[in-house]
């Protein structure tokens, strides 16, 4: 389990709990530590309704709390920067994603990568992908190494790719 808090991106839950049906590996990395915002709840639903009606798994965990609900605080310098640069280049859901991240030194869980190299290189976030969330459960011992590649090459050998 993650000990520190985590901020997930739209794409993560997607790569977890539509392109593949493994929402409780990301549970057991998370544990009680994972957040996202209401805009990434919209963009989740919105992608249940169009693409992976799965994702009402998902949803469930909000509605119940297990996964809780935060938005970015507008009245946080790093979080207004955050919003009012990159709102403009990316989704609402990565951009308020980063805010909440950057603005509380939580983590930023995303498979998204251009958003991810920008963030990285202008930001002062922390990041991590759907890969080291295999990678840590394998170091765990929760998953073999081949269960892992399997669950990754589902993900990218995926053809139905979000639309914004």
């Known amino acids: 389990m993650c000990d520190e808090l985590v901020v997930i991106d739209t794409c993560v839950v997607i790569d977890f709990c539509g392109r593949t049906d493994n929402l409780d590996l990301l549970m057991a990395y998370l544990g009680d530590n994972g957040v996202v ?3 990434v709840v919209g963009e989740v639903e919105y992608r249940r309704r169009r693409t992976f009606p799965i994702l009402s798994t998902f949803l469930d965990l909000v509605d119940s709390q297990q996964v809780a609900t935060i938005d970015p605080d507008l009245g946080d310098e790093t979080a207004c920067r955050i919003v009012s640069t990159w709102s403009k ?6 951009v308020s ?3 909440v991240a950057a603005s509380r030194r939580w983590i930023l869980l995303s498979a998204d990568r251009e958003p991810m190299q920008q963030f990285s290189l202008r930001e002062i976030i922390m990041l991590k992908s759907t890969k080291d969330v295999l990678a840590s459960l394998v170091r765990r011992r929760r998953i073999s190494k081949q269960q892992a590649d399997r669950i990754l090459a589902a993900i990218r050998g995926s053809t ?3 639309r914004r």
């Open 160 to 162: 139905t790719r979000p």
């Open 97 to 99: 994603s980063a805010a």
């Open 89 to 94: 280049v990316f989704g609402a859901g990565e």
């Open 37 to 39: 915002t209401t805009a």
